[in-house]
């Protein structure tokens, strides 16, 4: 295969066009013209995966989703729950990061109630839908058990969350379905999601269940005739097998 | 104030797989070419490192490489009496955004369509009558053989890993015996099958049928491509599907032809800058070129000879739509073409869970599974059984991943405890057998412009109106069971069957094979654009992709729309620049 040379480009040039002349103020990158596959350092972008200092919920909403979270995935002898797991951490990250804001999220309204299969339809993009939720919720609760969330037992927990799963316990004007909906979503995220975001501590979530992780090269496993493989998992910062120093 | 650019050959709106296709043909015929991608530059050292690239939550779950639903989505209803409501966020589909564009975080199950896919109208007709009232299928006006040659350079570009089939009407053990007649096998060998997709070869076996493996743009070895690009064996990692490739494996634009054409100088490519209609001269017959705006807000205008769409389906209807070329379709009366024949996927399935069996899930490839074909398309007579059509139905592994698969048997609930505790015991030990069954044309779904909603530019969203039709459902409850009897032969504990019930709903990830709205045919009135791609009315505007499709077919489409490229490619190096004007008279 052998590139055309310029000369030969513009001899053959069935429309007599003129070569690109490189436009000054175009905002866009350019590329190609013969230069080759551009490279610079460094940049690839880092995931966006929250700090410490990001945080959403006031502390009473915090006790009260870590709470919620905990019925969702419980802790219940049987390996960790959302609370070792510490998926209340990933949750404030990402309530207070871009997700939370709905900023990759179509947000113009106007906003109309939808059909099933319409989708999310709330005019709150994720994080001001758990606040609007969550004082829903509190009110709710305090009338019927005089108590927040956090402070009712496990049982009364779990009906709470079935009512709203079931459609049995409205909020007005959010959506409790929607909130229920996105905070299982949201839960399930955290647990499973790689520690890098906060929950998932120490891949205890894929312990569990017997996920490795973020490896990349299967092939010695593939012919593996339904044997059990057993890995220990390994995150985007690696295991502490490898970089402990112990 | 919209700045003025110099002229050039071809333009190109969109560089994904299409994009790629034409700019590279077109560049090695010595022309011109301009590719305008809306999004930024993306490369495998360092977009998709092996250090980062397997984060489920950042590229699946944050759409890390999809268009962004607040730049631009479409909206969606069911039916005409519904108010299509935008999706606010991506679910059912996952449109890319850019180099690469969906390119990048497809499978690459890259399958060929069958012969009579080519021409379901005419084809269905004479062995079954007319079609049923309301259905609006039709044929492409192109054949299989005429494609052939196209079909089998792609897959050499990609350097598909699969068994013939049927190689110059040779029927070959092994492959798919429903195959077109093939001019050559494909350049790799199949990729290595694991546990299920030998759970599932045996029972099909035992059924009669004749399971293959499916062609996949997954390396099965190391490869180098007839423009001289090489990748790397696949290291079966499981994350495949909706993220990039860190090991130069899957085959991809950027892995197969970008790189060539970085280096010719008659090419040029300009990322993040969004095309926003595209210009006709004043006497309607011709394109001028487009309009295009970069991240600063500055508007352009970018004059050329010739202009290909390669936006994807959706994007590529929308543009039609807004810059006022061809009929748009009214569903009333039936009249009119740009947006007609929206057309889907209509899929369903069987999870088989083991007990002393493990099926390691996350040991999986984009496109490592094997299928049968004994119910595709019309390789089976449908006489009596009240719809065309059909699907294959498949044994993949291709991503495990814990955030988005975690199948728990029928009546476990879906939180807490019970759920918690079944999906540890289930989670490596299950696997699927899924019906991947075609959508075909009816006369209600259809894309227009939104009346209401409208992108950041303040431009009308693109309106999907779309549910399946009786004929997805009788297809899917004829093929369910087969999938079904195919699960509960490979020896598994229990089989759970998932129907396709219910209306189409936009929210949890299907496929991102949306069809149709910019149709190819044989009759102005009826479709797009001709047989080679040309938009009926300006002669120098040329579409790509599956918005050609007049119906979708039993497979996924990118194997059809990237022959569907070379073809329309050549006939513009071929026929069109020797003299310019419309390539088949109407
Ligand atoms: C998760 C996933 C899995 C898939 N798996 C498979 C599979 O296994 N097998 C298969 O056959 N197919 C598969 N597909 C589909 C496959 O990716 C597409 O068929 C193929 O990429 C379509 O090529 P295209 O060129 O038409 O569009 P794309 O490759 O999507 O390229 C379109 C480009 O146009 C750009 N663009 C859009 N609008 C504008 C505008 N206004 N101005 C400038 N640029 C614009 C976009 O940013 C994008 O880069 C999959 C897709 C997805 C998302
Ligand atoms: S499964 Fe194979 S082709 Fe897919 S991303 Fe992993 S290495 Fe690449």
Redesign the interface.
């Known amino acids: 295969?052998s590139?055309?040379t310029?000369r030969?480009?513009l001899k053959?040039?069935?429309?007599g066009?003129?070569?690109?002349?490189a436009?000054s103020?175009?905002?866009?990158?350019?590329?190609?013209?013969?230069?080759?596959?551009?490279?610079?350092p460094l940049?690839?972008?880092?995931?966006?995966y929250g700090t410490q200092e990001d945080r959403f919920f006031t502390p009473d909403e915090r006790e009260a989703v870590a709470a919620i979270c905990a019925?969702?995935?419980?802790s219940?002898g049987?390996?960790p729950?959302a609370v070792e797991a510490d998926v209340i951490t990933f949750l404030d990250r990402q309530m207070a990061g871009f997700?939370g804001r709905?900023?990759?999220?179509?947000?113009?309204g106007?906003f109309?109630e939808?059909?099933?299969?319409?989708?999310?339809?709330s005019e709150h993009p994720p994080a001001e839908l758990y606040r609007h939720a969550l004082a829903e919720l509190d009110a709710y609760c305090r009338a019927q058990q005089e108590a927040g969330f956090a402070a009712l037992s496990a049982a009364q927990q779990?009906e709470i969350?079935k009512g709203m799963?079931d459609e049995e316990i409205t909020f007005d004007p959010v959506s409790a379905k929607a909130f229920f909906d996105l905070i299982?979503k949201n839960t399930?995220?955290g647990y499973?999601?790689?520690p890098i975001?906060g929950g998932n501590r120490d891949m205890v979530?894929?312990h569990?269940?017997?996920?490795?992780?973020?490896?990349?090269?299967?092939?010695d496993?593939?012919?593996?005739?339904?044997?059990?493989?057993d890995l220990p998992p390994v995150s985007?910062m690696g295991r502490p097998g490898w970089n402990s120093s112990e | 104030m919209t700045?003025q650019?110099?002229?050039?050959?071809v333009v190109l709106v969109g560089f994904g797989w299409t994009g790629a296709i034409y700019a590279e043909k077109l560049?090695?015929?010595?022309?011109?070419v301009?590719a305008l991608e809306r999004g930024?530059?993306r490369?495998t050292?360092?977009?998709f490192?092996?250090?980062?690239?397997?984060?489920?939550?950042?590229y699946y779950?944050?759409?890390?490489m999809f268009q962004?639903?607040?730049q631009s989505?479409v909206t969606?209803?069911?039916n005409g009496a519904?108010?299509a409501?935008?999706?606010?966020?991506w679910?059912s589909f996952l449109p890319g955004n850019g180099v690469g564009g969906s390119g990048v975080h497809w499978n690459g199950q890259t399958y060929r369509f069958l012969p009579s896919d080519f021409v379901a109208k005419s084809h269905n007709e004479e062995r079954y009558g007319p079609l049923p009232e309301g259905m609006t299928v039709q044929d492409y006006g192109v054949t299989y053989d005429e494609l052939e040659p196209h079909f089998d350079y792609f897959e050499k570009i990609c350097g598909i890993s699969g068994t013939a089939g049927n190689l110059r009407g040779d029927i070959r053990e092994g492959g798919n015996p429903f195959e077109g007649p093939r001019s050559d096998d494909y350049p790799n060998p199949p990729m290595?099958m694991?546990?299920s997709q030998?759970r599932f070869e045996a029972s099909a076996r035992d059924m009669g049928l004749n399971p293959f493996p499916v062609p996949s743009a997954n390396m099965s070895r190391a490869y180098v491509n007839?423009?001289?690009m090489q990748l790397a064996?696949c290291?079966?990692?499981?994350?495949c599907e909706k993220h990039g490739c860190?090991?130069y494996s899957k085959s991809s634009p950027q892995t197969t032809i970008?790189?060539?054409?970085?280096?010719?100088?008659?090419?040029?490519?300009?990322?993040?800058?969004e095309v926003l209609s595209v210009e006709k001269s004043p006497d309607d017959t011709r394109t001028t070129g487009v309009t295009y705006v970069?991240?600063?807000g500055?508007e352009?205008f970018q004059p050329a000879?010739v202009v290909v769409l390669c936006a994807y389906p959706l994007e590529n209807a929308r543009l039609m739509l807004l810059s006022d070329i061809g009929t748009p379709y009214d569903p009333q009366t039936g009249e009119g073409v740009v947006g007609k024949n929206y057309c889907y996927q209509v899929m369903s399935g069987a999870t088989v869970f083991?007990d002393?069996?493990?099926?390691?899930g996350?040991?999986g490839a984009g496109a490592l599974g094997m299928a049968v074909d004994e119910y595709n398309g019309d390789n089976f007579d449908h006489s009596g059984l009240g719809f065309i059509g059909g699907g294959y139905i498949a044994c993949y592994t291709t991503n495990?991943?814990?955030?988005e698969s975690?199948p728990v048997p029928e009546g476990v609930p879906?939180?807490?405890?019970e759920?918690?505790?079944s999906?540890?015991a289930n989670?490596?030990k299950t696997t699927n057998v899924g019906v991947h069954g075609a959508s075909m044309a009816h006369r209600s779904n259809y894309l227009d412009l939104d009346p209401?909603?409208?992108d950041r530019h303040g431009r009308p969203l693109l309106r999907m109106t779309y549910d399946f039709t009786l004929n997805d459902r009788r297809l899917t409850a004829h093929l369910t069971p087969v999938a079904e009897e195919i699960a509960r032969g490979m020896g598994g504990r229990e089989v759970n069957v998932a129907e396709r019930k219910g209306?189409?709903?936009?929210?949890p990830y299907q496929t991102t094979h949306n069809t149709g709205g910019t149709i190819m045919g044989t009759d102005p009135q009826m479709s797009v654009c001709n047989r080679y791609c040309q938009s009926w009315d300006l002669h120098n505007l040329f579409v790509a992709g599956a918005g050609l499709f007049p119906q979708n077919a039993g497979y996924n489409p990118t194997g059809t729309v990237a022959a569907l490229a070379y073809w329309s490619v050549a006939a513009i190096i071929d026929q069109y620049?020797a003299d310019p004007g419309p390539l088949v008279q109407a």
């Open positions: 295969m590139f055309p310029r030969k480009i053959s040039l069935l429309f066009g003129t070569a690109i002349a436009p103020a175009v905002f866009g990158a350019i590329y190609g013209r013969g230069e080759g596959m551009p490279w610079e940049k690839g972008q880092p995931p966006y019925r969702l995935i419980p219940d049987d390996g729950g997700y709905g900023q990759h999220w179509y947000m113009k106007p109309l939808g059909t099933a299969t319409q989708g999310y339809q779990d969350l799963d299982l399930i995220e499973f999601a790689d975001y979530a894929w569990y269940v017997g996920f490795p992780g973020t490896r990349y090269d299967y092939r496993f593939v012919g593996h005739n339904g044997a059990r493989i985007l | 700045k650019l110099p002229k050039v050959d560049t090695a015929a010595g022309m011109e301009l930024p530059w490369d050292p360092t977009d490192a092996t250090t980062f690239a397997q984060d489920e939550l950042r779950w944050r759409h890390g962004e639903a607040s989505t969606f209803r069911n519904q108010t409501l935008p999706m606010r966020h679910g290595q694991t546990f030998d007839p423009l001289g064996p290291t079966y990692c499981g994350f860190g090991n970008i790189p060539v054409l970085m280096k010719r100088e008659n090419f040029t490519l300009r990322t993040d800058s970069d991240t600063s500055e352009f000879e083991y002393e069996e493990y099926t390691n996350f040991v495990a991943r814990p955030i975690h879906g939180w807490g405890s759920w918690k505790q999906v540890r989670f490596l209401t909603y409208t209306s189409y709903d936009s929210m620049m």
